[in-house]
Each structure stands twice: as structure tokens, then as C-alpha cells.
Nanobody, 127 residues
Framework: QLQLVESGGGLVQPGGSLRLSCAAS????????IGWFRQAPGKEREGVSCISSSGGTTNYADSVKGRFTISRDNAKNTVYLQMNSLKPEDTAVYYC????????????????????WGQGTQVTVSS
């Protein structure tokens, strides 16, 4: 089953940075558009960013535009989310998943287009 593994979360002060990684061990990510999603306490899962299989197309939610950067290294079979200027409202569990097209959903995302959600990685922004 298509399931990805997220890592790189942690506790960071407001204004700080983190880099999340999304990896797959049993299949290659080369052919897939990959999205990052997050779910804050008491809220539904939302789209954050996505990157096409070639890396040529990226999109971001308005709330993170200019602060987050998505990238991929197909040789390492990994997709990254560089998060700068973090705010307390960025606190959430972050997930990655393969998706059909590189669009960031503006409605809640209960399930990924392919496979299932992984464990996610917790990001906490607090002083």
C-alpha cells in the first residue's frame, strides 16, 4: 500500500525554521505528485503544499506562501518541506501523501488520493 513516512518535526520558537522530510521505502516517488498536509488540534486536515513529479510545478496554501518551500530529490526518493518564519498557528501534525494533481485543496482532506495516511510528524511552534 502506498504509504509515506514523515520526519523532521519538533518544537521550535516563533520565527524559527524546520525542514520536514517525506520518504518512501518500498516504491519510487518519481512518478507521483506529492502533497504536504497538516492537521491542527481540533481542526480538519488541510492542504499545505504540493510538488509535481518533475518538480516543475509547486503550489502553496495562502497561509504558508512566502514562508514554506517544497522541493524534491528523486535520487534520494524524498520530498522536503522547508518551513521558515514559523508561527504558533503552524502547530500541527504534518503529513505527506501522493495526490493526483498539484493543487492545494481549500477544503478539508479526509483521505489522500492514493494509499493511506502515515503517522505524520508533530510540529509545535511555541515560546
Amino acid at each position: 500500500q502506498l504509504q509515506l513516512v514523515e520526519s523532521g518535526g519538533g518544537l521550535v520558537q516563533p520565527g524559527g525554521s524546520l525542514r520536514l522530510s517525506c520518504a518512501a521505502s518500498r516504491f519510487t516517488l518519481d512518478y507521483y505528485t506529492i502533497g504536504w498536509f497538516r492537521q491542527a488540534p481540533g481542526k480538519e486536515r488541510e492542504g499545505v503544499s504540493c510538488i509535481s513529479s518533475s518538480g516543475g510545478t509547486t503550489n502553496y496554501a495562502d497561509s504558508v506562501k512566502g514562508r514554506f518551500t517544497i522541493s524534491r530529490d528523486n535520487a534520494k526518493n524524498t520530498v522536503y518541506l522547508q518551513m521558515n518564519s514559523l508561527k504558533p498557528e503552524d502547530t500541527a501534525v504534518y503529513y505527506c501523501a501522493a495526490q493526483r494533481g498539484c493543487l492545494v485543496s481549500t477544503v478539508p482532506v479526509p483521505r489522500p488520493d492514493f494509499g493511506s495516511w502515515g503517522q505524520g510528524t508533530q510540529v509545535t511552534v511555541s515560546s
